[in-house]
């Protein structure tokens, strides 16, 4: 059984906000850094690229590269695949939708509560003041 968390939606099934959640943290977390994103953009420009070939490009050396390839790998950023002797990395566009889905749902979640919140001010706001002298 799983529980619902406050806006209704339940915790841990997939496509729920918390799933969504728990990939955009680990997505997040592997941008935060702006190497990673750097070579996230040019992995997606060139279709995939080896680590040397990325160390060619980029003004790191080919172990930091590495480093930073295991970490977009473990967030689930890009695939491994090997062609002839070289190890090809290429973005997986997944994890990405899976974050801007997350921030998509937890957006409407705020759209709804700043609409009660403003449906609370405004009836306050049309209803007759008490403490007016002329009353």
């Known amino acids: 059984m799983s529980a619902n968390t406050a806006d209704g939606t339940e915790r841990g099934r997939p496509g729920s906000r918390d799933a969504h959640g728990a990939q955009a943290t680990e997505v997040f977390a592997a941008l935060v850094d702006p190497t990673r994103r750097k070579l ?4 997606a420009e060139t279709d995939g ?4 070939a990325l160390a060619h490009r980029l003004p790191v050396s ?21 062609e002839g002797r070289a190890v ?6 997944a994890p990405l939708e899976a974050s801007a ?3 998509t749902e937890l957006a409407a979640v705020w759209d709804r509560r700043l609409a009660a919140i403003k449906q609370v001010a405004e009836a306050a706001e049309a209803q007759p003041k008490e403490d007016s002298p002329d009353a």
Request: charged share 20%; proline share 3%.
């Open 40 to 43: 996230l953009d040019t992995l």
């Open 49 to 52: 690229a080896s680590a040397s």
């Open 62 to 82: 080919r172990q930091a590269i590495v480093k930073h390839l295991h970490v977009l790998q473990a967030a689930g950023l890009i695939t491994p695949e090997r």
């Open 101 to 103: 889905c997350w921030m």
């Open 88 to 93: 090809v990395y290429r973005v997986r566009a």
